[in-house]
């Protein structure tokens, strides 16, 4: 299905009056309320992160197929208002190796746009597949479906998501963040910096298929309602696009610099 440039504006509009209005959804896969940790002039980041904190995701699936053909299927509204950034600068990484320097590379390249190139509203985006993808999934499906078989290097855990201890530091005083939030590279310290983390539906069937035929499947599901699961867990804040690699596309169309 050929996303209608018309239906962006509309869900884009949509996101916007949710936030405006407080009918925003909440649930499982909004984020707690935390600190935001944007500079302060970035006066275009923050607007594009309380929008996309207030924008609806579908996350109680029960199947879905392996091909989406409705935006109805991914987060339609996210991705269209992430696609929509007037900001900028804007880079796309695209990240595919769980156990390498990806969360590194992101948060270094925020650091010295942010702080060197006093680029405020550089927009950092994740476009997740291949093994990071496992990072974006809640420690309830690490356990439930034995993922640190997959993660290599001896993950057994989703540390990828700890919080750290000093996540509320000041990032305005700059000398003594030096050595908290700016050296930090935990997901959700860089998704408050204003990085976005995008999620692929192709990798989630592709693991559901994976969990299915090595019999890791407690419940003996069928691969579309596993990946459904795995849909409904990942972690807060995650825009789930119908495949990453065709999204990439999208978004170096959308001004977004390309990166691995």
């Known amino acids: 299905m050929r996303f209608n440039p018309d239906r962006r504006g509309a869900l884009v509009s949509l996101g916007a009056s949710l936030v405006a209005s407080g009918l925003a959804q909440t649930g499982p896969v909004q984020a707690a309320a935390e600190p935001r940790l944007e500079s302060a002039s970035a006066n ?4 594009l992160s309380q929008v996309l904190a207030g924008t609806p995701r579908r996350r109680d699936f029960k199947a879905v197929p392996m091909i989406l053909n409705n935006p109805d299927f991914w987060d339609g509204a996210a991705l269209a208002t992430l696609l929509a950034y007037k ?13 390498g320097p ?8 925020m650091n010295a746009q942010i702080w060197s190139f006093k680029e405020p509203n550089f927009l950092c985006v994740s476009a997740t597949h291949g093994s990071a993808h496992l990072a974006l999934f809640d420690q309830d499906m690490w356990d439930k479906y034995q993922l640190g078989k997959y993660a290599g290097r001896n993950i057994t855990r989703n540390t ?3 919080t750290p201890p000093a996540s509320s530091h000041d990032l305005a005083d700059l000398d003594s963040a030096e050595s908290l939030l700016l050296k ?3 997901i959700p310290v860089l998704q408050r910096r204003g990085a976005v983390f995008m999620a692929c539906h192709n990798a989630i069937w592709e693991l559901a298929e994976r969990l299915v035929g090595a019999e890791q499947n407690p419940d003996h599901l069928q691969v579309d309602a596993i990946a459904a699961e795995l849909t409904n867990h990942l972690i807060p804040d995650v825009v789930l696009t119908p495949g ?17």
Do not use: C
């Not at 275009?44 to 607007?47: A, M, N, P």
């Not at 900001?87 to 156990?99: E, F, H, I, R, V």
């Open 44 to 47: 275009h980041l923050r607007e």
């Open 87 to 99: 900001g900028g600068p804007k880079q796309a990484w695209d990240n595919t190796d769980l156990a």
């Open 102 to 109: 990806w969360l590194k590379g992101m948060r270094n390249s």
């Open 160 to 162: 990828f998501i700890a």
């Open 184 to 186: 930090n590279k935990s």
């Open 244 to 260: 990453v690699v065709a999204t990439l596309v999208r978004l170096q169309e959308s001004g977004f610099a390309y990166s691995r």
